[in-house]
């Protein structure tokens, strides 16, 4: 990474109030060097720049770190290349991580990218989020996240199963969230959620607004749900 993008993830890490920042933004730059160089040969991203890596992305994916918290068993549905997962992980070692996400090469990177890297609290896992769901992994998670996967009324459907009861879904969005929510609070309550909270969310040299909308999981997610795929896409709650 060039020197001037490292000092803008440390100092960007330190305005989010990351303990050892400095060790983290080392670790996190060399994610991003594997991660470009991997989007290199199987497009992972799309066209971004380091700039965008650093700021769009691993900034973007820290910001929710409080809301996360500490010492938690967390899975992130929909992580693509990491995110928000990886750099969660990274900057929360006292808990436990699972990234899941349906495409297997992007799965292979991040066990092969965490284990060169030392970041032990992540397992990664190749699957659907509906088909999961109704496996072991249900209702067995404090905290789920999401980023860039589905609008709330998809999303939800997709991730509170996954969810113990006084857990929490934390899900990353933009200007558009008011909307979203408003659309999704039906499929939250059929889901045994309730909508905690949209917060504001501050993402240092970030323009345009960011939220995390907080859902709590109040009941038990009712055994039909997740629905298959195509019902959720055609037919949301």
Do not use: W
Not at 24 to 38: G, H, S
């Amino acid at each position: 990474m060039e020197q001037n993008n490292k000092e803008l993830l440390l100092s960007g890490l330190i305005k989010l109030e990351v303990p050892n920042a400095e060790q983290k933004a080392d670790i996190l730059a060399m994610y991003c060097d594997r991660v470009l160089e991997a989007n290199g040969r199987f497009n992972l991203l799309g066209n971004v720049t380091e700039y965008d890596m650093v700021v769009k992305h691993i900034l973007d994916s820290v910001s929710g770190h409080k809301l996360v918290g500490t010492g938690k068993k967390v899975l992130d549905i929909g992580t693509g290349a990491g995110f928000p997962g990886f750099p969660l992980a990274v900057c929360l070692p006292q808990s436990q991580f699972t990234l899941a996400d349906a495409t297997e090469k992007k799965i292979d990177f991040i066990r092969q990218t965490a284990q060169a890297l030392g970041v032990n609290n992540i397992t990664a896992v190749s699957g659907r989020a509906e088909e999961m769901a109704h496996g072991k992994m249900r209702e067995s998670f404090d905290v789920c996240v999401s980023r860039a996967v589905a609008a709330l009324n998809k999303l939800s459907e997709y991730c509170l199963p996954f969810i113990k009861c006084g857990g929490r879904l934390v899900a990353y969005k933009g200007p558009l969230v008011y909307d979203e929510v408003a659309e999704a609070e039906k499929a939250f309550s059929m889901l045994g959620g309730k909508l905690q909270g949209i917060h504001a969310v501050s993402v240092p040299y970030l323009e345009g607004d960011r939220f995390a909308a907080v859902i709590d999981k109040l009941k038990p997610t009712n055994p039909i749900y997740p629905r298959k795929n195509s019902n959720i896409i055609k037919r949301p709650l």
